[in-house]
């Protein structure tokens, strides 16, 4: 079982020392940032007006200005970010020192992401970002997690955007045995045929599973189980695991959540706001943001544990 670090006392060692030494950093970061947005500023307004004159064309106008603002915005954000991810860095790893387990902003493997999407638990997307890895592979069970955000390009023309479609962690927990079937928890109106009726049969990264019915009628209004194995999904998603999936998106304010049983892993996905985001340029925002860190990082370990298989009798 992990426990919980304090965050008074990381901030009593190493830690509250490092980001003491930090001050100067962020306060020139700061001044980076506003002469780059000043700049920005003054070249959109400088050079729209003279494309306004030389083409007599508002929208000409506007658009070079608000070229030359964003170009100023995106490199004041450079700025910025240059130095709260090398914050945000030296806080996760901290708190994952105290925690027994490693840390990395970067995501080496994308194994989980593409067992995930594999079985359909994604929205469609064009492209795919990974960050901050919390795993321990030796600890039983073990666990790996990493957040994920997918986006999409939508509209055409002046209209084209990007949208965000999927932000939130993919956590993966360790099982000592591993399972006959497949066993996956959709949200209730997932897969439903062309007349709006939910299917009794779906076939999904070549394994086909049936619907399975659960005894308790509040999960049902909100989950679907599907499995090869309708003995063993039974057994997996017993009533207290019933409860506790619903407990879960309660508790943890996630939308979404939809859970594999594969192989010898428990797979859960949930849809959450941008997660593990420790670094700032105000000093007087890391200890919250420590404690933020910390309560997000063991909420989703305990979640793996608690929805983790129960104990035989």
């Not at 189980?225 to 017993?238: F, I, N, Q």
């Not at 879960?248 to 859970?259: D, Q």
């Not at 594969?262 to 670094?279: A, R």
Request: glycine content about 8%; hydrophobic content about 40%.
């Amino acid at each position: 079982m992990i426990e919980r670090p304090d965050a008074q006392d990381l901030m009593a060692g190493p830690l509250g020392t490092w980001l003491a030494g930090q001050s100067e950093s962020r306060a020139l970061a700061k001044a980076k940032s506003r002469k780059y947005t000043t700049y920005g500023l003054i070249a959109g307004a400088a050079l729209g007006i003279l494309a306004l004159i030389l083409f007599r064309d508002f929208e000409a106008g506007m658009g070079v200005g608000f070229g030359c603002f964003a170009i100023g915005s995106y490199f004041a954000y450079q700025a910025r970010k240059e130095v709260t991810d090398r914050i945000k860095g030296q806080i996760n790893a901290e708190i994952a020192r105290a925690l027994q387990v490693n840390y990395a902003m970067a995501v080496a493997d994308r194994a989980l992401f593409d067992r995930a999407k594999a079985f359909d638990m994604f929205p469609s997307h064009d492209d795919e970002n990974f960050e901050d890895e919390w795993c321990d592979p030796v600890r039983q069970p073990s666990f790996r997690l990493h957040e994920v955000t997918l986006t999409e390009q939508r509209g055409s023309g002046k209209n084209r955007r990007t949208e965000t479609v999927f932000r939130g962690p993919i956590l993966s927990v360790g099982f000592a045995r591993k399972f006959i079937g497949t066993t996956l928890i959709t949200r209730e109106d997932r897969y439903r045929s062309f007349f709006g009726f939910q299917k009794d049969k779906v076939t999904i990264n070549g394994v086909e599973m049936s619907r399975v019915s659960m005894v308790d009628p509040r999960f049902e209004d909100t989950f679907t189980v599907w499995s090869d194995d309708g003995v063993e999904a039974h057994y997996l998603v017993h009533p207290e695991y019933a409860e506790r999936l619903l407990a879960v998106e309660s508790a943890y304010r996630g939308r979404n959540l939809r859970a594999l049983f594969h192989g010898g892993e428990l797979l859960i996905v949930l849809e959450t706001d941008n997660q593990f985001e420790s670094g700032s340029l105000e000093a007087s925002d890391d200890m919250r943001l420590l404690e933020a860190t910390i309560d997000q990082f063991s909420t989703l370990v305990e979640l793996g544990q608690k929805l983790n298989e129960r104990p035989r009798g």
